[in-house]
């Protein structure tokens, strides 16, 4: 895996963006935070939210919902909760002005996406959202209640966005069109919800919903989620493991060790040559000269993703 390691490396200092270049020096190389911090910075507009095709598959320069979802991501990932920080300050004043909000969820997909270079799905003829997807609104809630003061209306709205998010996912009476049961059919909403139980947790509040519900649910959400045929996770665009944990101590790990053990010597064993792995998806044969741009900018998030989760699962 040392190999791995090194080959992913000399992709990432060869093609990468520099934000994914800061991440890896922070994970791998001690790198400080400040350097990621200022290359995340770069995509953040006025208002606070984000674009500039900081989700690489829509070149959009105008702040989204999904593009600052991403930025919430980062700021996780590498482990940022200074409240007081710029970026925090100006991603919440995005969540609290009521932009690309309807009162109960974020847009998934803006018109403005149209504009600019973008995969198939992130086109649309009006703002919208589809049959009530909490992607990415439960993740945007639970960051306004971890990090919003207590005593504001953006919190105020957090708690009820949130609540209204448990009540939809919990609730008996709900079964998704598309499993024919009380769980989630699409991976990116159910990691949406896994999020909002996480930042809930770590803001302490106990008096939002019952978190033990919303947890046990979603260790079986994530069971059923992860694709266990690993014949198709070469070829298809399919959920494994690293999609919701990349460590061992995560509440989800033991109900699918094995299959989380092998994603290990999956990753090692895809690595291509050149040290990146393949995209499974494509634009469609549109806008083919931005999307070479966007699927190198996606290996590079890639390398970093793999390599971290081999170093959670104790590999490197």
Known sequence: MAATYERAREF??????????????YHFENGGRDAALTALAAYQNEDGGFGHALEADSWNPNSTPI?????????????????????????????ASGKDFQGHLWYNTVKSNNDYPHA???RTENDSISNN?????????????????????LYRMARRVAKEAFDFYTSKTF?????????????????????????????GI????????????????VKFSITD???????????????????????YYSDNKDVADYECEFICKTCLDDGSWNIPW????????EWAVSKNWWKGGKAVLNLLYLKGMGKL
């Open 12 to 25: 990432l200092y060869r093609n990468a963006r520099p934000l994914d270049i800061a991440r890896f020096q």
């Open 67 to 95: 593009q600052t979802w991403t930025a919430t991501e980062i700021l996780r990932e590498i482990g940022f909760t200074d409240a007081s920080h710029p970026i925090t300050r100006g991603i919440l004043r995005y969540l």
């Open 120 to 122: 198939p799905w992130w």
């Open 133 to 153: 997807d909490y992607n990415p609104t439960a993740c945007l809630a639970g960051f306004a209640l971890r990090f919003a003061g207590r005593d504001g209306e």
């Open 175 to 203: 079964v998704d069109i598309h499993t024919s049961s009380d769980l989630l059919a699409d991976s990116h909403t159910a990691a949406c919800f896994a999020r909002l139980l996480e930042y809930v947790v770590k803001s």
């Open 206 to 221: 106990t008096d939002l919903f019952d978190v033990s519900v919303l947890r046990e649910k979603l260790k079986r959400q």
């Open 229 to 251: 045929n690993t014949a198709k996770w070469e070829t298809s665009y399919v959920t494994t493991p690293s999609f919701f944990f990349n460590d061992r101590d995560s509440v």
């Open 282 to 289: 494509s634009w469609a044969g549109a806008y083919p000269e």
